[in-house]
């Protein structure tokens, strides 16, 4: 078996090189067409089709992520997870809010365990594309949410913005479901 | 910044030279000695207050995992993320009921990101040491669960046993706040 000495999550050797990534994104809409092209990319590289990226209060990308949980062999990689921990340790801290206002943007509505990770990013916002109901109908599973998140995240200080781009991030899902792409919930 | 690669989460040094490691553990008590005895290391060794292990069905270690928030720059890095991750990565799949049996072992019960973790794991069985309430009562916020999350765990076939170690469990958290650790909610 692996040594325990660390566990690492790649990120794709395309990534990087995306067009545009660290283009200036003024809008949520731009943030999150971003955000959508990672899951196309994603897809096609054979991942998972969710992506996710942490931008500034200037809309400057500091970490994109995007769904590893199979070439990783780890269930925890889901694209908010690998995008929170890669804008942390660009950035040299866990907590965003120590460095100003900082906006996750997800393709989807996050699963119960990424809900449960915004609020200890220190993220003050969280745009969401595709909703749960999107998601579930390809069969990805959600997980077991609180009741009213998107009030608990606000009583928080966390602002939610929901449904940008939701008909492009549902029509990727969807994409993905007829391409045959793995369904792997636990 | 840090070249967009892969995001990395060191296990501490100490770790791997722990006396007993991998001791056959045949009783959850016997698991839960090992799963505080990495508490009080890491707390010695200025980490956070929180350990976890995967154990396969033979009462043998899979993967421990110990918060790593603060040193590792990640707010996921909790005990639970980590040691779920280094199961998947030591045996090489996401998913470890693909491989039988697998029990995960925490300190204390799991925040809300942890809880959703547990389902996407595979780990057939949860056991916990301090309550909610004991975390809470040393300063950190264990997050937005659903309610009845023992009953929702339990409805996905992953039984859940509380309680065990939790004296000393608790007293461990209590003894991390009378030394000063950080108290790093986002």
Known sequence: MKPLDAISISLPPWLPAVDGL??????????????????AHNIEDGGGPFAAAVFDADGRLVAPGVNRVVPASASIAHAEIVAIAAAGQRLGTWNLAGRGAHQLVTSAEPCAMCLGAVPWSGATSLVTGARDADARAVGFDEGDKPDGWERLLAARGIEVIRDVGRARATELLQHYLRTGGEIYNG
């Open 22 to 39: 660290f283009d200036p994104r003024p809008t949520v809409e731009d943030r999150m067409a971003l955000v959508l092209e990672l899951v």
